[in-house]
Nanobody, 122 residues
């Protein structure tokens, strides 16, 4: 069983930065794709970024240049550095773990954290 725990959310003004963390525990045998998603009230889940077992990263177009996904294998921790935040980035942010072929589709991920709230004020 894989467990994921996010942290690092909070409230900042537009233009600011936040770094989210996600500590993974449990059996991630063979490597997993690790991703960040978000959901704003009344909106669909959005896939933001994924790092696949080989280390390659994939980003949704709307976060390219602002968000950076990374991982620390020694700490079993996934990060999302978010810069130049916009009010429309306000959402609950989730990390997810899935099979090696998983990318930015929510349905590809069986394991999810509880989420961390990010609120961006004007």
């Amino acid at each position: 069983q894989v467990q994921l725990v996010e942290s690092g959310g909070g409230s900042v003004q537009a233009g600011g930065s936040l770094r989210l963390s996600c500590v993974a525990s449990g059996n991630i045998a063979g490597g997993s794709s690790l991703a960040w998603f978000r959901q704003a009230p009344g909106k669909e889940f959005e896939g933001l970024a994924v790092v696949v077992p080989g280390g390659d990263t994939i980003y949704a177009d709307f976060v390219k240049g602002r968000f950076t996904i990374s991982r620390d294998l020694a700490k079993n921790t996934l990060y999302l550095q978010m810069d130049n935040l916009l009010t429309e980035d306000t959402a609950m942010y989730y990390c997810a773990a899935g099979p090696v072929w998983a990318r930015l589709s929510r349905n590809s991920y069986p394991y999810w954290g509880q989420g961390t709230q990010v609120t961006i004020s004007p």
